[in-house]
């Protein structure tokens, strides 16, 4: 049975397992407009009631395949889902970042077929300047992009603002401090916790920034992403990745954490369990594309938390990086 939780001072109460867009825009393998369909479907009547979608993901797909089944689902219930979606900034939009910003919302509304969503996000990831990483927006620039979003909530066109935390995690603190954000999206899995804490040290991972003690003080709703490593924390990775990328060298980690899967549990199912057992998440929403992939996230909700013994082995994993030094870690 699903499972609820208060989404920081928004007031929202939303499923710990929600509905991630990267699977429903035919981003994470392949699909069909039909499976994707059923997935929606499924996840309503399962009692999920959070679903976070971003224009990026196949441009514009998630978006629109969301709107429809919304639109389409009986007695009118989609209407009752909470419905978050997102704005990325290019290169040639920091020219007018407002007006950017502004024409995003205008833009995901017509394909969600809403009036207003529940929540919009800067998709950006924050560093100290421009370009520090690959697409990347200054702090300064993620201010203004704020200001904008803050100006949106005002206009009702969304009831409230957030971001993607990710990029330097001293310039995301930074916007999480300054910006009056409702939410934060963070990075957090089996594979890479260190928004709950720091790395060990001489770690080659990238540092997210502690970003879910800051969270809870400052009243800031989080939710979990990547909590399958991009799909490295599932049996195989469903697409061709190169093989410099962080997925590929997660996957190579993931053999190491093999021990988990016991019982019939896999290892898929212990990643969502995984952030579960953070209580500053309130709801991990995994990208995937099909019903067997979602009924396997669900199935989380009812495991116990990993026990002390795991919990040892995988610190002692976690000292090492997992057997794979990282050779760049500005590669999210």
């Known amino acids: 049975m699903m499972r609820y939780r208060k989404l920081g001072r928004t007031g929202l109460v939303v499923s710990e397992i929600g509905l991630g867009g990267g ?55 989609g209407q009752d889902m909470l419905v978050a979606t997102k704005v990325s900034l290019s290169e040639d939009d920091l020219a007018d970042i407002p007006g950017a910003v502004e024409r995003g919302i205008h833009e995901s509304l017509e394909r969600l077929r809403r009036e207003r969503v529940d929540l919009f996000q800067l998709h950006n990831t924050i560093t100290p ?32 603002v957030g971001i993607t935390g990710m990029g330097d995690g001293g310039s995301v603190r930074t916007v999480l401090r300054e910006g009056s954000l409702d939410t934060v999206q963070c990075y957090y899995n089996l594979l890479n916790d260190s928004n709950a804490r720091a790395l060990p040290e001489g770690s080659s991972l990238h540092d997210h920034g502690q970003l879910l003690p800051l969270a809870e003080e400052l009243g800031i709703g989080v939710i979990g992403i990547r909590n399958l490593a ?39 199912r212990w990643s969502a369990r995984f952030a579960l057992q953070q209580p500053a998440i309130s ?13 396997d996230q669900i199935a989380a909700i009812d495991l116990p938390d990993m026990s002390d013994a795991d919990a040892d082995a995988l610190e002692t994993l976690r000292a090492d990086d997992f057997g794979v030094r990282q050779a760049d870690d500005r590669v999210l």
């Open 283 to 295: 709801s991990v929403v995994p990208g995937v594309k099909n019903r067997a992939e979602l009924e």
């Open 230 to 268: 991009a799909g490295a924390l599932s049996d195989s990775i469903d697409r061709a990745v190169p093989s410099d990328s962080l997925v590929a060298a997660d996957f190579q980690r993931a053999r190491l954490l093999r021990f988990l899967e016991r019982d019939g549990v896999p290892l898929s």
């Open 23 to 77: 699977g429903i825009g035919h981003v994470w393998g392949e699909t069909t407009d039909e499976e994707i369909a059923e997935t929606i479907a499924f996840a309503m009547a399962e009692g999920i009631n959070f679903y976070d979608v971003a224009p990026s993901y196949g441009n514009g797909a998630a978006e629109r395949n969301l709107g429809r089944a919304l639109l389409e689902a009986p007695d009118g219930r």
């Open 129 to 160: 300047n421009r370009g520090d990483y690959r697409r990347s927006v200054s702090v300064d620039d993620a201010m203004l992009a704020v200001e904008t979003l803050q100006r949106l909530k005002q206009d009702d066109l969304t009831r409230f």
